[in-house]
């Protein structure tokens, strides 16, 4: 499955890639990236040799149907295992097993320490939760990786993407022996993310937004609701002000139909006299 989703991707967009050598011939290792889209589960393991296994929501394993099959058998062939994320402190620690299990056989696990997709494209806060605990617990080396451009390929909501180039940079391996043992500590869990997401900032190019990405989708959210109100607002208000407009208007014109209806009465009466 991943020679054949791999060598069509690599012909229609052609990626470019920069630090390939960074990336361990066999071994256990952790490849850390910035999430911008969908597909960057996908570009990264195209340009690999060896297989990268990374956490999808359960829903896409899950769903009835020919489509629904269709969807799990793709998911599984691109090497993506199911986590249950109907509760967020079970979902974080599905993905630690996971990724620990992944690990322990040797392979390369794939996560994006930001938990998900960029709103904006900017590069924000890690959790350290999931990534600084699989590698303290594992051992493993961290392999910062840089998306560069899918984005633009395919922003979130858009099924069909658009045929253009991205690009991924391999950052050098982090070795964190320093903190083994230590996997308990959250200060030593923020410090370790903190250091692969600088990493991460290096090699994007990106802004950093000291913020959780989730949060950031949820004031983005929230700014598009109060923007839609105000619009609401603003076309109700104008709706009542040309009610009222036009009630003036009539009213004005009813006054002057019953002064012209006066002037004539009177007037009919100065021509008898």
Known sequence: M???????????????????ENIPAEGPAILASNHLSFSDSFFLPA???????????A?????????????????????????????????????????????????LFGIYPEGTRSPDGRLYRGKPGGLARVALASGAPVIPVAMIDTEKIQPPGQVMPKLMRPGIRIGEPLDFSRYQGM????????????E?????MKLSGQEYVDMYATAAKRQI??????????????????????????AKEKAAQEKAARHSAAQADTDADSSES
């Open 2 to 20: 991943k020679v054949a989703i791999g060598g069509p991707l690599k012909v229609a967009f052609r990626p470019w890639v920069e630090g390939l």
């Open 47 to 57: 340009v690999l040799d060896r297989k990268v296994t990374f956490i999808a929501k």
């Open 59 to 107: 829903e896409y394993f899950t769903t009835p149907g020919v489509k629904g099959r269709l969807t799990a058998a793709f998911f599984k062939g691109v090497g993506q295992l199911p986590v249950d994320r109907s509760g967020a402190r079970g979902a974080g620690e599905a993905a630690v097993r996971s990724g620990i299990e992944v690990l322990e056989r040797g392979e």
């Open 183 to 194: 996997e308990h500590d959250r200060f030593v869990l923020r410090a370790l993310t903190d």
């Open 196 to 200: 692969v997401m600088y990493e991460i």
């Open 221 to 246: 959210a929230d700014a598009a609701k109060a923007e839609k109100e105000a619009e609401k607002a603003a076309k109700a208000a104008l709706a009542q002000a040309a009610k009222e407009q036009a």
